[in-house]
């Protein structure tokens, strides 16, 4: 199976965790690392570039920091730009049948996010879920590393997701 991994964070640069994930997933061999910041420094997103990525995917997994509640501001960009000239264009089925999966990093304890601050993180990814269930995929349970640090990663756990 063809897995493409979206990855986006506001502060690539400075980034330990989600680089050290990138660099252990790097020698496998059905896998597509996209890394937005990388890809798009300006911000332009190339729309037919992300169509031909996502065509040949079978599964697409986003993996970030989680900020705010949210994504960081390239992959919303992402989602409005690509995933509106899907659904509004030629082929509004392209993701049907595909698998859609969260894999994000947390500075804070999964207590943190056990809902008793108002939300649990599987309330604050709905609006992922729900987007990417509404455009035809098959949504896997998100992957949260919590506590996130670079010498203490479940390496093994999150490259077996990857394949």
């Given at each position: 199976?063809?897995?493409?991994?979206?990855?986006?964070?506001?502060?690539?640069?400075?980034?330990?965790?989600?680089?050290?994930?990138?660099?252990?997933?790097?020698?496998?061999?059905?896998?597509?690392?996209?890394?937005?910041?990388?890809?798009?420094?300006?911000?332009?997103?190339?729309?037919?570039?992300?169509?031909?990525?996502?065509?040949?995917?079978?599964?697409?997994?986003?993996?970030?920091?989680?900020?705010?509640?949210s994504t960081p501001a390239l992959m919303k960009e992402w989602q409005d730009r690509v995933l509106t000239h899907i659904l509004y264009g030629e082929n509004p089925k392209l993701l049907h049948g595909k698998?859609?999966?969260?894999?994000?990093?947390?500075?804070?304890?999964?207590?943190?996010?056990?809902?008793?601050?108002?939300?649990?993180?599987?309330?604050?990814?709905?609006?992922?879920?729900?987007?990417?269930?509404?455009?035809?995929?098959?949504?896997?349970?998100?992957?949260?590393?919590?506590?996130?640090?670079?010498?203490?990663?479940?390496?093994?756990?999150?490259?077996?997701?990857?394949?």
């Amino acid at each position: 199976m063809q897995t493409l991994l979206l990855v986006s964070h506001t502060f690539w640069e400075d980034s330990k965790v989600n680089k050290a994930l990138l660099e252990s997933a790097k020698s496998l061999s059905n896998l597509t690392i996209h890394n937005l910041n990388v890809a798009y420094k300006n911000g332009a997103i190339d729309v037919a570039k992300e169509v031909e990525l996502l065509t040949k995917a079978q599964k697409i997994i986003f993996q970030f920091p989680l900020f705010w509640f949210s994504t960081p501001a390239l992959m919303k960009e992402w989602q409005d730009r690509v995933l509106t000239h899907i659904l509004y264009g030629e082929n509004p089925k392209l993701l049907h049948g595909k698998s859609f999966q969260v894999i994000t990093t947390l500075g804070g304890s999964k207590d943190s996010y056990d809902g008793h601050h108002g939300y649990s993180l599987e309330t604050i990814l709905t609006p992922l879920t729900s987007t990417f269930s509404y455009c035809g995929c098959k949504v896997l349970e998100p992957y949260a590393i919590f506590s996130a640090k670079p010498d203490s990663l479940p390496t093994q756990e999150y490259l077996s997701l990857l394949g």
